[in-house]
């Protein structure tokens, strides 16, 4: 069974500087997707970025990029430029067989 | 267009209540999933529909739970007989389809048990 583990529960950066969010999963497949989810505190969950894992290039959304290690089955989120606006709950996901798995978040914090 | 919509926003009941949570997905999303976040945790998949085929029951964590679909529009999900432990926000996401993957995402009910 596919698994996706997040391991930083609790995450802290200064405003504007620049912070890495860590997830590594486990599939015995070779197609999916990965993504990051950001769920602020109005529990609205927003997807981030996504990275399908046939791409070796990694994605990048404006401040949000990605480290896609498909051997390594890790796929890392940086967030550089923080705002304050950036603080939330971070999810990392993995979707394969018609199956989206979620691992259990990071919370950012960002300090003014 | 419009986002996923869910309804009640929250919603207070008394142990052993039944209670009904309404999903709108957007229009033209054939797939509708259902999930559960406890306090501070992560999202637990309940139920996933795609267009006419039979629905993804293998998340449900027990027969009070059931979830309908008409088509492919509104969505609710049913908890009988609720319980404390069933306290927690439900989340609903609907996608193109199912192998499309990028889930949008309502903003959740919370439900609380007393």
């Known amino acids: 069974a596919q698994t996706v583990t997040q391991s930083q529960p609790e995450m802290s950066v200064q405003e504007a500087e620049t912070v890495t969010l860590s997830c590594t999963y486990d599939t015995s497949e070779s197609d999916y997707y990965l993504f990051w989810y950001k769920q602020p505190p109005s529990r609205q969950m927003i997807l981030v970025i996504r990275?399908?894992?046939?791409?070796?290039q990694n994605a990048t959304e404006n401040r949000f990029s990605v480290n896609f290690q498909k051997a390594a089955k890790s796929f890392s989120l940086k967030i550089s430029d923080s705002q304050l606006g950036d603080a939330a709950m971070y999810f990392c996901a993995y979707a394969g067989g018609f199956k989206t798995i979620f691992g259990a978040g990071t919370r950012l914090f960002v300090k003014a | 267009g419009a986002g996923v919509s869910q309804s009640p926003s929250n919603k207070v009941t008394e142990k052993g209540k039944d209670v009904e949570l309404r999903c709108d997905p957007i229009?033209?999303?054939?797939?509708l999933y259902w999930y559960r976040q406890r306090l501070g945790q992560g999202l637990e998949f309940l139920i996933y529909?795609?267009?006419?085929?039979?629905?993804?029951k293998s998340g449900l964590p027990s027969d009070r739970f059931s979830a309908e679909r008409t088509g492919e529009s509104v969505s609710t999900l049913t908890i009988q007989r609720t319980q404390q432990e069933d306290s927690a926000v439900y989340l609903c996401?609907?996608?193109?389809?199912?192998?499309?993957?990028?889930?949008?995402f309502g903003p959740g009910t919370r439900l609380t048990v007393t």
């Open positions: 529909f795609q267009g006419n085929s039979a629905p993804d």
């Open positions: 996401a609907s996608s193109l389809e199912v192998r499309s993957y990028e889930q949008y």
């Open positions: 990275q399908e894992a046939y791409k070796q």
């Open positions: 229009s033209g999303h054939t797939a």
